[in-house]
């Protein structure tokens, strides 16, 4: 670590308090992004960010227009056209809150109680894209500059599945150019194993309606001789997996990058017993591809599931039709290098094959989203680990995130650079729930780990 | 055909027009049983009905209470013990109709066009009840006395699936009881086709519902480790039928009786091509159990049905998660002599040996209903037959109803009698539709046949 980026830390140190109060200013600013009543939030949270980074000294700081919520963009460039450029991107929306819901506290109005800060946004995103403003404050008020070049990305509509992201980037492809990029929105299971993402899942999400008789029928008067919609849907269903609980669409594992010895190690590391993920999901028993152990199912091995089914009748009490139709919803969580489109066509082709000529189906496309595969090998990765180790006091573990956050794959796409995936959340903040919250130890830690990031990459 | 019988059919033809102004004055009565507002209308068609038989001359007409809506009971018994006794049975109440339904005239005011009478009620079952009423009738003022003795039962909460008909049938056991049963609230296809018919299915009805995780999960966290309860109810109702598309449930058939060549051949009669099957129900093609055809699979064999399914997410859009739990309703149509609390037990366990260890499985009795299978060379039946040769003019099929009409098992249970329905309506007669009819060369016919019928029975 150089004399700079330990000026950095100390001063993050000594200014945590007045961090906090800033974070709290923004914690106040109720933006939520899905409700038309809260524009007026969503722009004074948009103009916060631009005062405050303005504040500190940036090259550029300015509200951009979407279609929908603007973004917020900043850049440093002092480091210069020798040194790497890093993208960071985070969102200042959040979900709703009501006191009503089960908060201890009014959502909007943080309090800090037990080392944590209580308000909806503390986690996700404001305290962890906050945590890379402070760190670029820290260089710049100490050393006067930062070891590589900076360009902040911050969206508003994260929360509502970030519908003019996408057209951004593309739009603004040279203003964004980068090496790398960063994003601070995922968790860790304890400060004592902290985790960088590597992988994200994609997704590909449909919905089968399956067509029987014109109108509901009477069961007693034509049940016996029509194939039973709900019926036929279910022995479609019933077919999606083999006996060893592996997906059984013909060509659907084709495309996976198998994992590497390496990984598998790395990953058993984090792997839950059984008697884990019973006591955290109630289920009586684990169910699954038994090739793979939990982590690597629920992580880094593609899916299938039903999201949900309907046909006739739910009420209360007997209804004696045969209906006329059945549906459901059908997702797969998907993992590099599988094309959600490609997996469509794949399933369509599947379930029309298994539909016998007595019912008719209809299997239509609902959304997709890109699978996200960094190999944790590459400079920036190993920048972040290294960066880990001196800022944060723990060798980091790459894993793999189940889920899906669709700008990564976007930025990956449309920019061609690696995205860095630096949670500095912990698994229970309690994120979209009553109560968020963030642990004041990692905010401070993520600050420190992000200085030392910087002056990694600058080495890269 | 004796000379009284020959006296009453010239009579019944003669006062025609006055019996269907009769008709006229009941279907102008809204007795809607399922309405409380309407109970007023209940309490007058009951007293109308009342008055009516008791001008008739019958022993004695009273209306009884039940813990709802009354029954009208009446009694002639003139033809003395050495006579059969026949019980009548019918209901005055009918289903709701508004104008606005689609009515091409006020349904409680009836018009007649195209020989047909348009009202609510006509066919089910006024105009049916009222045959018997006005064959007595064509008996007690010819002849002066019928030739068997007459109990008529006339409930008020048939469309209410008739909450008090069994308990005030056992508390009047002595009251009602006779050689053979008449009901007359059914249909054949043509009026060129009279049909008897022997035999109503029964049935099971039941709720499964698949327990998962403790609450829906986010699937990209959670989902590739845990059993999905709609995919695992999926493979459960998969199960449900063999690749012949008989049912798959151990026992199910053990207690069916089978049909024989004579019923087989009877039935064949009236079967149905494919494309007729399709015709009527939009279905792409013709499903079920190719050992039996069309008109057996849909009225002479048991059946199982899905009536409705549930689980997770089914409003527009995707959501991404692993549903709690899934739920269906199933029920089966039973023939004789299947016992329906014992179809229920076998399906429970076949159920539950299909669930595995990875969801629990709930299955719950929803209703039941014991199917009825009368011989069709019992002398109530043939004499039936031969009224309908003389008094119809046409041969008679035995013929099996699919649907269910719970008071047959109840009369043919509790009474030890045998059930004879003589329908009276055609099958596009519309009831519980707007626009609906009664034929009133059908109801004409119908009281000749009837009148044959007592005939015929007093020699049975």
Not at 197 to 223: A, C, F, K, N
Request: with cysteine; net charge negative; hydrophobic share 40%.
């Amino acid at each position: 670590m150089t004399q700079a980026s330990d000026a950095a830390r100390a001063y993050s140190r000594a200014n945590g308090e007045r961090f906090l109060d800033e974070l709290k200013e923004m914690l106040r600013i109720p933006s939520l992004s899905g409700d038309p009543a809260h524009a007026g939030d969503i722009r004074r949270m948009a103009q916060w960010l631009e005062t405050h980074l303005a504040g500190l000294g940036l090259d550029r700081v300015e509200i951009m227009e979407t279609a929908g919520h603007p973004v917020v963009y900043g850049e440093w460039l002092g480091a210069g056209p020798s040194k790497p450029t890093l993208l960071v991107y985070g969102h200042y929306d959040v979900v709703p809150a009501e006191l009503a819901d089960g908060w201890q506290s009014d959502p909007f109005e943080p309090v800090v109680k037990d080392g944590k800060i209580y308000a909806r946004g503390a986690t996700d995103d404001k305290g962890q894209l906050f945590v890379h403003v402070k760190a670029l404050e820290s260089y710049l008020k100490t050393a006067g500059a930062a070891p590589v070049n900076l360009k902040l990305l911050l969206e508003g509509e994260e929360e509502v599945s970030s519908p003019n992201l996408k057209p951004f980037i593309v739009e603004h492809l040279e203003l964004l150019r980068a090496d790398v990029a960063v994003i601070s929105d995922t968790s860790m299971r304890s400060i004592e194993e902290p985790a960088i993402l590597h992988s994200l899942r994609g997704m590909t999400y449909i919905e089968i309606e399956v067509h029987g008789p014109r109108d509901d029928l009477h069961s007693g008067l034509w049940g016996g001789a029509v194939h039973n919609p709900a019926q036929a849907l279910a022995e479609i269903l019933a077919r999606m997996f083999n006996a060893d609980h592996s997906i059984a669409v013909p060509g659907f594992y084709d495309d996976v990058v198998p994992l590497t010895p390496e990984e598998r190690a790395m990953i058993a590391k984090t792997d839950l017993t059984p008697e884990q993920y019973m006591a955290s999901t109630g289920v009586p028993a684990v169910w699954g591809d038994a090739a793979f152990n939990i982590r690597e199912r629920i992580s880094a091995r593609p899916t299938l599931d039903v999201n949900g089914l309907w046909s006739g009748w739910s009420g209360p009490g007997p209804k004696t039709i045969v209906p006329a139709k059945a549906g459901c919803k059908l997702s797969c969580r998907l993992v590099g290098n599988q094309d959600p489109h490609k997996i469509f066509e794949l399933l369509k082709a599947y379930i029309e094959s298994l539909t016998p000529p007595t019912v008719t189906v209809e299997v239509r496309l609902l959304t997709t989203g890109k699978p996200a595969l960094f190999p944790f090998d590459s400079p920036a990765m190993q920048a972040a680990a290294r960066a880990y180790v001196a800022g944060w006091g723990a060798q980091p573990l790459f894993t793999r995130g189940g889920g899906s956050i669709p700008v990564v794959a976007d930025i990956a796409d449309l920019m061609g650079i690696p995205v860095v995936l630096m949670g500095f959340g912990l698994d229970d903040d309690g994120l979209h729930s009553p109560n968020e919250r963030y642990s004041i130890e990692m905010f401070q830690r993520g600050i420190e780990t992000t200085i030392v990031y910087l002056e990694e990459l600058a080495q890269m």
